[in-house]
């Protein structure tokens, strides 16, 4: 399978339908999560396997202070919609979102609750599918001072909001300052290397093929030993998502970079009911292959296992099949 960047052709007038959608850090609860964004995106993509890879809501930032849109309720129902017809999603609990994991193992209709899940892809390699802070030493030994760093993220991102404006006066596109930080920092590289080495590692302990996560708002596809690594970004930032084909090949996008931002419709319009712009072809896979997998959560594990065609029937004491 060949791993890679992608602008798909996402203002097409018919939806891109695929196997699986992997987002992450949406991060709701902040000012700076790109909603407006994220729900033309779910408007315009169809798929089996929808993964919210963590902190989906940020409640640390609610806890600190409250701030909540209309749009990020329509983002729910968005995502509550898609579950009831042929969408199956499944929440990855993050570090900002650690209080969902008083949930784990649940099913709310079509949509489940899992600290990691095994997806297994249509051409049969298995991925581990994690937020990531469980990788994240900062998270684990002074939780304090992730927080401050968290705080500092968000001045950082107040910065790139009112810089970018001059930019777009200017005539120039977007510019990301935490980016670069990332890209440019030393320390930042170490760390992120470290990052990514430890990931890959758990994939292996698992004894699968690849690991799919979030975490660092950085969106990235390689392969570290022969694993894997392939991070699905942010909707803070970098509007980026992984698509998984029918074939198993899955492929990083960059959304906010595609002419269909150019010409969005009127403001509430990305959640438009059940009809043809909601969520495509009246929903799910409809039309397509569909795989008769079954899934299922071994009761107080904690892993869900999606898409494996050869999986044991699960077992009586088994918290959740779907």
């Given at each position: 399978m060949t791993n890679g960047q992608q602008h798909f052709d996402l203002g097409a007038d018919e939806p891109l339908v695929c196997r699986s959608v992997w987002i992450s850090d949406i991060h709701l609860g902040t000012k700076h999560a790109r909603v407006e964004e994220l729900l033309e995106f779910l408007r315009i993509v169809d798929c089996?396997?929808?993964?919210?890879?963590?902190?989906?809501?940020?409640?640390?930032?609610?806890?600190?202070?409250?701030?909540?849109?209309?749009?990020?309720?329509?983002?729910?129902?968005?995502?509550?919609r898609k579950s009831r017809k042929q969408t199956k999603v499944i929440y990855i609990s993050g570090n900002h979102d650690e209080f969902i994991e008083q949930f784990l193992g649940m099913k709310f209709g079509t949509v489940t609750i899992a600290r990691q899940a095994i997806h297994t892809a249509a051409d049969g390699k298995k991925y581990l599918v994690i937020h990531g802070h469980q990788a994240d030493g900062l998270t684990h030994f002074n939780h304090l001072l992730e927080k401050l760093g968290s705080h500092l993220y968000n001045w950082i991102l107040d910065f790139n909001l009112y810089f970018n404006r001059l930019r777009r006066a200017l005539?120039?596109?977007?510019?990301?300052?935490?980016?670069?930080?990332?890209?440019?920092?030393?320390?930042?590289?170490?760390?992120v290397t470290e990052y990514e080495d430890t990931l890959a590692a758990m994939a292996r302990s698992h004894e699968t093929q690849g690991v799919i996560c979030g975490h660092i708002h950085r969106a990235e596809t390689k392969t570290i030993q022969g694993i894997e690594y392939l991070n699905c970004g942010d909707w803070v930032e970098s509007c980026t998502a992984l698509i998984e084909d029918f074939d198993g090949k899955i492929k990083l996008i960059h959304f906010h970079e595609n002419d269909v931002l150019r010409?969005?419709?009127?403001?509430?319009?990305?959640?438009?009911?059940?009809?043809?712009?909601?969520?495509?072809?009246?929903?799910?896979?409809?039309?397509?292959?569909?795989?008769?997998?079954?899934?299922?959560?071994?009761?107080?594990s904690g892993i869900l296992y999606i898409g494996d065609e050869a999986a044991r029937p699960a077992p009586a004491d088994a918290g959740v099949q779907i």
């Open positions: 089996k396997y929808l993964y919210l890879v963590g902190d989906f809501i940020d409640g640390w930032e609610l806890k600190f202070r409250w701030y909540w849109r209309e749009d990020y309720n329509v983002l729910i129902q968005k995502l509550l005539g120039f596109g977007y510019w990301s300052l935490a980016a670069y930080l990332k890209f440019k920092a030393k320390s930042a590289v170490k760390y010409a969005r419709r009127g403001a509430g319009s990305p959640d438009s009911g059940d009809g043809r712009q909601g969520n495509g072809r009246g929903g799910g896979t409809s039309g397509r292959r569909r795989d008769g997998r079954r899934e299922h959560a071994p009761l107080h």
